[in-house]
């Protein structure tokens, strides 16, 4: 019997641990400093919002582990001795492993910004972040004005939850469009829409040159790059994607780079040491993939992976086709496939686009102009089904096919009105002029 | 950490989810009302029609104005922003209290309705249901009783947060036509339709007074002697209603619940489930989710269930002849037509679907199976009294505990502490059996959406019955549960669009897996298989 251990209490930590139990007796170790439980990250804005409370983002209630038999530490990791196989605790103790699997997960970018480190300043990635923003953004006579800096999926995410202690925000987006490094232009400028209709003061092509204090070390404006404007504000929140959380590994021979770096075995330079989920960094890239995928469904898989390893049936990281989903406000976005951005675009790639007039249901399908293979969707306000679009992407459909039978696809409730008749007339206008 | 940030996370309200001015002047507008109802407990006898319109009148205003000003100036979607927060749904001061009346105004209507105006004696009535007699001669000629008081207020509930309802999923066409279906049937089929039958009513004509959606064992005094007698006195009409009313449960029931689930009846037509939908919204969120809770559950309704036949099956045995010559159901006769019958739903359900029940639910079924059994085989030894008890009292004690302290005190009186389905989750025996059929012989599910589900947690705390709906949808397993009502709001507050309820082939509705949809294909083949 091994004893792994596994830094990280997130998904890709998790879903290694609960995989290990299912095909293993080995002795399994969880290591966080975060929290005493596994809780969902991506549910802590709803614990803002009065969604939710703390306790509801637990996905296994708390004695789910003991009967798993995996065993939980709340610990700072901050020395790996891989020669010993030890870790070493913050505060002193330590833990002896046969196999480590490191999924310490990222930490939200900071780029040097003056005033960064101030107080009102932080991301929100963590349980400690939403605590802090409890006591920097609690409600409108504490925080009178928010400043959101980084137009990403986070940023949304915090300007909603801001609004919905009817906090003003304004909301400072370097690109020219909302995310508009990942969507295509129609698809992002529809998102500007809905920020706006939500009252939210959407600032694109502007950048943040610094963040003033006042005489407590507290954040009391930020001023823009281009205008040299002073926004007066009581919160900053920098959402400028995050990147791996590693600083801890300083110390060790694991090899790093961005993050820790991994072959498509999720192993690292050091044998019986595994990286996975946010903080892993492939050496190689897979497909359209990048190197590091902060992403939660990518960690979940590669825990499903890294468990068959560590359990002796040793298989590479081969993610299926390319899924993600988010909400922006009210409008739900599913994509299955790649479709990309102007800036990103191949130069294979065309796109359809359908709007709808209520402007708040759109559709993006990409194809290949020579071949008319279709290669992906985005899709927002209306839901698709995740198992017909993997099976067409896998058949290698033709675009023609998919936008025939789009109704097969389609997952909104009973009783909503579909779209798929409008959707075709409006793509095959699109290709007699085109 | 400090106290504060301890504070933070924990569910005090933070400004921001106060009442407006304007709002509060509104809900003091519904409390006038209210106000007025209260006052003719004291029998100032000064009321008339036009003040019990007023009174009325002016509880609907408020709530309906209090939906406009909260939702519709708001964009479409989710209104879920701080839930938690809130007095009123987060357990909190106001939670209690209003928890506390709806309490102690279930005790009275049940069992001291004299506090509220009843005569005793037989003479007029007085007080709050006096107040009633305008409205209920208007409608079946006859004045009011505490049993008409109570469904005015009931159908008041159901209609005005119903509008409630429908404004804030306003963007949601499931949501809406399931809230216009329960406020019809309420409307109609509970509140008008029976009124309209009293009408009817002559000295040589008389029908029961029948809610005709409210099914047995639902309505679990719908084949005492006395009704019984009463629709078979009353010509073809009455033996029509009488037959309709085993119809629903053995033919109308297991086919509806077939084809769409059990959600056709308890979120699209019952009463109990209509004013959990409604006025009962926005406590969804207290329902116990733990497994331990369900636990309780499936042994308390099951309990509850055989409870219930034995209950009307000594009734009904109670009033039937011993002898064949005056008609050809007898005691004798009957019980074995109920032994068949249990014994054949039990057999086919071992031999066709053992594999898809749990071990505790096979245990719970030979266990209750055996029980009966056994009580048959009592009655033929000592042939005295069925069931070991007297019929009368098996009616009496059901009626006391399960009718009236269950559905009633603790059904609906604890809403703002348990949440809105208490009755319908632990005790209704009508949703034992549309679940039991649910689970096994049905086409509907909750499709997971492959592997979109982010474990946000978001469709477990809005599940209203406690399902942790969470727990299938990020293992990829569609949900297939005897318990889940069929509301959609699971689907509805998913942020990844990972719910769906739909009506598909039996063939795959229960599909675990280990290995998510979106990972390799070979790795998902080697362990999805085993």
Redesign the interface.
Known sequence: MEHIVIIGNG?SGVTAAR?IR?LSDHKITIVSAESDYFF?R??LM??Y??????E????Y?DWFWKKNRIDLKKGFVNLIDTDTKTLHFENKESLKYDKLIIAAGSKPNKFGWPGQDLNGVQGLYSKQD??NL??YA????TCKRAVIVGGGLIGIELAEMLH???IPVTFLVRESSFWNGVLPESDSAMINREIE??GIDLRLSTNLKEIVSDENDKVKSVIIEETGEEIACDFVGLTAGVSPNINFLKNSTIETHKGVLVNRFLETNISDVFAIGDCAEQREAIGNRRPIEAV??TG??MG??IA?SVCGNR???????W?N???F??I?F?TYGWVHGKKAKPEYEEQYHWKHQDDNKCITIAYHKDNNEFLGINTFGI?????VF?KWL?EKRSVDFVLSHLKEAN???????HHEADILKTCNNFYQTA | ?SN??NY??S?AT????KNTPRQKAIILTGVVGLFVLVLTLFNLDTFSGLALYTSLSLICLSISSYAIDLYVSK????K???????SISSRGLYGWLTGVVLTLFYIVLYFYPQYLGLNLNGGANTGLIAFFDPLSRLLSGNPASQWFVYGTLYTIAILAFGFKFLLKYR????EQ?RTYSVMFFQLAFAFLIPEFMARLNSDTFSLPYYDLKNIWPLNYYNFEQYRVDSMISAGDVGLAILIFGIASIFIITPILTYKYGKRWYCSWVCGCGGLAETAGDPFRHLSD???FAWKIERWVIHSVLVFVVLMTTAVVHSYLEADTSKYWLTKDVFLILVASFLTLIFVLTMIFKRHELGKDARYGAIGYFIIIMVLFAMHYVSNSNIFLFQAETLRSTYGFLIGSIFSGVIGTGFYPIFGSRVWCRFGCPMAAILGFQQRLFSKFRI?T????C?????C??YCEMGIDV??YA?KGENIVRSSCVGC?IC???C???VL???NDSMKGRINSK??????????MDL?NQK
Not at chain 1, 49 to 54: A, C, D, E, K, V
């Open positions: 998904i995989h299912k969902s991506t549910a709803y614990i919002m009065g969604h939710m409370t703390f509801n983002t637990k996905p209630e939403l605590e409890e006591v609690p409600d409108n006579n919905s202690r009817n209709r939500n939660w469904y979940r898989m499903e992976t068959q298989i590479p990281y081969k993610p299926g086709h899924f989903s988010a909400k406000f009210d739900e599913q839901r698709m089904r995740h198992e993997d896998t997952f909104d409730p009973e009783f909503y009105t | 950490m504060k940030l933070s996370l569910i933070p400004d921001g989810y964009p479409e979607g989710i879920n922003n701080g839930v938690w927060f809130k963007h949601n066409r499931y036509l989710k733990r497994q499709t959406n492959g592997g979109q982010i474990s946000c947690g978001n477990s705390t969470r727990a990020q959609g689907s509805a507050v942020p990844r669009g769906k309820l739909e280990e290995i998510l949809l979106g990972n390799d294909v070979d790795l362990v």
